[in-house]
């Protein structure tokens, strides 16, 4: 393969799409008031064409050239670097970053850096087409092999110092959902022994899949290349090995079908694995956007945001309240070699299905506030309003609305004789609540910088 070529992109740091900060319209995060800069770096290499040969093993094809974009987020002043990336391929659904989204305080406050790559063909076509500062993007449409090979060949380049981060000690690569099934396909499928850094050790250093499960047919393992059929059920690869230091990440969406594909949690050499799974969560949560940018950019253009109502009330969950810890953690184990907790985990009955008590409520795992001190009961799935949920030409989705809105999560509200029965009062309720943050803290579940914003939250939500 050629060697990637890098080039700092001009401009303001607004104009950048998915910036962390539109100063305008106050959206996003003010990294520059955390000493941070932001920078977008235009990529142009060679990625490879993967598929499967006659013993179904990863082949390579050949290889397409490619021009695509970096956008880093670092602390100005390089004496503050903490030596840490968190690499992210970054969501086809508008090139957003769920893990900026859930770990951007942690990374402020440690002195981290943040590293998204753009690798879909369809998201780089479409900001090709509506944004003069991208005509120059290029990605074929040729399978999650090449998108691997991309994002591999960045996490070389920051280990070799070709981009404008030096001293690059760790890399941790994540992802949500489909990007969640890339970085498992870049683990199982042999991408991490690929793309090696200087001292020939793979050039990723941890691994957290986020949000996908393994047996969920082809989106939980993406074929190598368009034409390959995805792994067939059963296929050893579906089932993480932790090569590196590796998390999987799950809420009850993909607990649902993941039975098939767990594993004991495990400390040994060349197999370090956990699985965390959080009751009360969905794969999608509804609510206003504050972080990520990329919605308002996007629309600005006349592009389509989409319709996501659902019959229900929208789940009030945070899924993020553990996002920063588990990162944390994950990091100790790659740098410290500090053995992460483990978590108690979803109760499934003999068919595989999740374990539900009385209130329909999973049974088991890691149980955040609003399971352990509910003011609802939260589902998982959701039911389409009418006429919304449909599929977007630029993100179509092949199950129509009723499959879009069973990833959404609602919420249940107790009526005030229940709330009544549980609690001694609001005082007794927010007591309760402070309380259960402050034990996930002592876990290692959830950090205090995302706990007391989760608490304030809440609390400023029922003042109102």
Same mark, same amino acid.
């Given at each position: 393969?050629? +060697?990637?070529?890098?080039?700092?992109?001009?401009?303001?740091?607004?104009?950048?799409?998915?910036?962390?900060?539109?100063?305008?319209?106050?959206?996003?995060?003010?990294?520059?008031?955390?000493?941070? =800069?932001?920078?977008?770096?235009?990529?142009?290499?060679?990625?490879?064409?993967?598929?499967?040969?006659?013993?179904?093993?990863?082949?390579?094809?050949?290889?397409?050239?490619?021009? #695509?974009?970096? !956008?880093?987020?670092?602390?100005?002043?390089?004496?503050?670097?903490?030596?840490?990336?968190?690499?992210?391929?970054?969501?086809?659904?508008?090139?957003?970053?769920?893990?900026?989204?859930?770990?951007?305080?942690?990374?402020?406050?440690?002195?981290?850096?943040?590293?998204?790559?753009?690798?879909?063909?369809?998201?780089?076509?479409?900001?090709?087409?509506?944004?003069?500062?991208?005509?120059?993007?290029?990605?074929?449409?040729?399978?999650?092999?090449?998108?691997?090979?991309?994002?591999?060949?960045?996490? =070389?380049?920051?280990?070799?110092?070709?981009?404008?981060?030096?001293? !690059?000690?760790?890399?941790?690569?994540?992802?949500?959902?489909?990007?969640?099934?890339? *970085?498992? &396909?870049?683990?199982? @499928?042999?991408? $991490?022994?690929?793309?090696?850094?200087?001292?020939?050790?793979?050039? !990723?250093?941890?691994?957290?899949?986020?949000?996908?499960?393994?047996?969920?047919? +082809?989106?939980?393992?993406?074929?190598?290349?368009?034409?390959?059929?995805?792994?067939?059920?059963? @296929?050893?690869?579906?089932?993480?090995?932790?090569?590196?230091?590796?998390?999987?990440?799950?809420?009850? #969406?993909?607990?649902?079908?993941?039975?098939?594909?767990?594993?004991?949690?495990?400390?040994?050499?060349?197999?370090?694995? +956990?699985?965390?799974?959080?009751?009360?969560?969905?794969?999608?949560? $509804?609510?206003?956007?504050?972080?990520?940018?990329?919605?308002?950019?996007?629309?600005?253009?006349?592009?389509? $945001?989409? @319709?996501?109502?659902?019959?229900?009330?929208?789940? @009030?969950?945070?899924?993020? %309240?553990?996002? /920063?810890?588990?990162?944390?953690?994950?990091?100790?184990? &790659?740098?410290?070699?500090?053995?992460?907790?483990?978590?108690?985990?979803?109760?499934?009955?003999?068919?595989?299905? %999740?374990?539900?008590?009385?209130?329909?409520?999973?049974?088991?795992?890691?149980?955040?506030?609003?399971?352990?001190?509910?003011?609802? =009961?939260?589902?998982?799935? /959701?039911?389409?309003?009418?006429?919304? *949920?449909?599929? $977007?030409? +630029?993100?179509?989705?092949?199950?129509?609305?009723?499959?879009?809105? /069973?990833?959404?999560?609602?919420?249940?509200?107790?009526?005030?004789?229940?709330?009544?029965?549980?609690?001694?009062?609001?005082?007794?309720?927010?007591?309760?609540?402070?309380?259960? *943050?402050?034990?996930?803290?002592?876990?290692?579940? /959830?950090?205090?910088?995302?706990?007391?914003?989760?608490?304030?939250? !809440?609390?400023?939500?029922?003042?109102?």
């Amino acid at each position: 393969m050629s +060697r990637t070529r890098f080039r700092e992109m001009p401009g303001n740091p607004a104009s950048v799409f998915g910036a962390a900060w539109l100063p305008d319209g106050e959206v996003g995060v003010d990294i520059a008031s955390a000493g941070y =800069v932001e920078q977008e770096i235009a990529a142009n290499g060679e990625a490879g064409i993967w598929g499967y040969d006659d013993a179904g093993s990863a082949a390579l094809h050949g290889g397409r050239s490619y021009s #695509t974009r970096l !956008v880093i987020r670092r602390p100005a002043d390089p004496h503050r670097f903490s030596g840490t990336v968190l690499l992210e391929p970054l969501h086809p659904d508008l090139d957003k970053a769920p893990t900026w989204r859930m770990t951007h305080r942690w990374v402020l406050a440690e002195g981290h850096a943040w590293v998204g790559v753009t690798h879909s063909a369809a998201i780089a076509a479409d900001l090709a087409e509506r944004f003069e500062r991208y005509r120059g993007l290029d990605i074929p449409r040729v399978g999650a092999g090449f998108s691997a090979d991309i994002v591999g060949q960045i996490a =070389v380049a920051l280990k070799t110092g070709e981009l404008p981060l030096a001293g !690059v000690a760790r890399i941790l690569l994540s992802g949500w959902s489909i990007t969640g099934s890339l *970085c498992r &396909v870049y683990l199982q @499928d042999g991408f $991490l022994g690929r793309h090696a850094g200087p001292d020939g050790a793979p050039a !990723v250093d941890g691994i957290l899949i986020g949000k996908s499960s393994g047996a969920f047919g +082809r989106p939980g393992f993406p074929p190598l290349s368009e034409q390959s059929s995805p792994l067939p059920d059963g @296929d050893p690869r579906r089932t993480v090995r932790g090569l590196v230091p590796t998390f999987e990440v799950l809420s009850e #969406t993909e607990g649902e079908t993941h039975f098939p594909v767990l594993r004991d949690d495990s400390d040994a050499p060349g197999d370090r694995y +956990r699985l965390y799974q959080v009751a009360g969560t969905s794969h999608r949560q $509804l609510r206003p956007e504050t972080i990520l940018t990329n919605d308002v950019q996007y629309a600005a253009t006349g592009g389509e $945001l989409g @319709d996501t109502r659902i019959n229900e009330e929208p789940s @009030d969950e945070r899924f993020e %309240l553990f996002g /920063s810890a588990l990162f944390a953690a994950l990091l100790r184990w &790659v740098a410290d070699d500090v053995a992460p907790p483990r978590a108690p985990r979803f109760a499934y009955a003999e068919t595989g299905a %999740l374990a539900r008590d009385a209130d329909g409520v999973v049974v088991g795992g890691i149980r955040p506030p609003w399971i352990s001190v509910p003011t609802a =009961v939260h589902r998982p799935s /959701s039911t389409p309003a009418p006429g919304a *949920c449909l599929p $977007l030409a +630029r993100f179509p989705a092949t199950g129509g609305p009723e499959q879009a809105a /069973s990833m959404i999560g609602h919420r249940i509200p107790f009526s005030p004789e229940e709330f009544a029965l549980r609690y001694g009062g609001e005082a007794d309720y927010r007591a309760r609540l402070a309380a259960a *943050c402050d034990e996930l803290v002592a876990a290692g579940l /959830s950090t205090r910088l995302d706990a007391d914003a989760y608490l304030a939250e !809440v609390l400023e939500r029922r003042s109102r």
